[in-house]
């Protein structure tokens, strides 16, 4: 059974750093893409950054040049990470991960990250 469990969300300073860690476990194979999206109170899901199995990476506009998605994978486990440097305010929201493997795409519970000022 895949599972899907992020982490490193609460609290941070305007200006300050936070980074992200999601886990996926459960799967045979690798994921195709991964990505972390996050939904702001009283707004949609929008994306936030997606990284391809080669590498390929993409970012909202909002987040260029401040975010920085990665990944480390074990045998048993792929971790991706957001890392986010300089945060506002407006990042304040609840961020979830994803992972496609094979025709599924797994969504993890999310994470909470509050940005104060």
């Known amino acids: 059974q895949v599972r899907v469990a992020e982490s490193g969300g609460g609290l941070a300073q305007a200006g300050g750093p936070l980074r992200l860690s999601c886990a996926i476990t459960g799967n045979t194979e690798t994921p195709t893409t991964r990505g972390w999206y996050r939904q702001a109170p009283g707004k949609q899901q929008t994306m936030v950054a997606l990284l391809a199995r080669g590498g390929t990476t993409r970012y909202a506009e909002s987040v260029k040049g401040r975010f920085t998605i990665s990944r480390a994978d074990t045998a048993y486990k792929n971790t991706t990470y957001l890392h986010m440097w300089n945060l506002k305010p407006e990042d304040t929201a609840v961020y979830y991960c994803?992972?496609?493997?094979?025709?599924?795409?797994?969504w993890g519970q999310g994470t909470q990250v509050t940005v104060s000022s």
């Open positions: 994803n992972g496609a493997i094979g025709p599924t795409l797994y």
